[in-house]
């Protein structure tokens, strides 16, 4: 581990492509819950801020579309910045095929206005069998494709299970990777893949630094806690209250150092951040920046739950 970097730094993943030490991601956005003025103060403060890449995916509601209209009315998208997507099946459908690949891709095309892509991923190939995303005609073959075509600039794979994404970064041929929920300060499962990333040059986007919501937010009396979109287990309770007074006593926020074990990983290239309003941009670049000594760091460390109720290597 490294000391925590200014989140105001940018790396460069490829020639020509940099993202900062946060992304701003975008899934929320999509949803009916967000008014339309809020998701386009929100996508334009992203656009217009220190954080240089927006992330976001076909199937995310209208978020590519929301994305669109503020990109309309900016000219374009601002110099320095990047609109990162991934490739779905269409709503409704489980046909993950080359052709739908290529479909998505248009379609992303046409709600973000933008007549080129410089990184988009294959998101959640899970939902197919290895040997499916990457047979001929099948998903994989048809982002490659995209690529060499000066369509899709870099290519990505962003999934759920630690040992399938190990699996898709071996194969050498993606340029990044999105994991979730793994890397977290109450879950590991994402270390191996990490290592394997390092290993062949894949720039890592870490999400969900937050686990949801439970080491962003102060637990609320009677309200059940859940980790990665399902309920907390004991352990994972018992874990976050540690987590809490172990943080009060050293006068740091739970959030910032939940974002900060991502941010100081050096394998990490970008930690992304949700966001329905513009605030939460601020919050994380604060959280971001909040000092937190090292003792801290060393007692976090042994707060870790016990690996058996980790998301694991095959787990969603």
Known sequence: MTGSPDPAERRVIAPGVEVGVLTVGASALGSPSVDD???????TAALTGPL???DTGNDYGRS????????RTLGGVPAGHLVITKVDPAP?????SGDRVRRSVEESLARLEV??????????PERISFAAATAPGGPLEALLALRDEGVVGLVGVAGGP???MERFVRLGVFDAAVTHNRLTLLDRSADALLDAAVEHGVAV???????????????EPGVALTYAYRPATPEHVDARS?????????GVPVAAAALQLSTRDPRVASTIVGATRPQQIHDALAWARHPVPADLWDELATLVPDQRVWLGPDGR
């Open 115 to 124: 007549d080129h892509l410089p990184l988009v991923h294959l998101h959640d």
């Open 52 to 54: 240089p890449a927006l």
């Open 37 to 43: 003025r809020t998701a386009r103060a929100t996508i």
């Open 242 to 250: 540690a987590i809490g007074h172990a943080c009060a006593r050293h």
């Open 205 to 219: 986007f870490n999400a969900a630094p937050y686990g949801g919501g439970i080491l962003a937010r102060e637990p």
């Open 64 to 71: 590519e579309e929301r994305i669109g209209a503020v990109l």
């Open 162 to 164: 630690a040992a399938m």
């Open 92 to 96: 409704g459908d489980d046909d993950f």
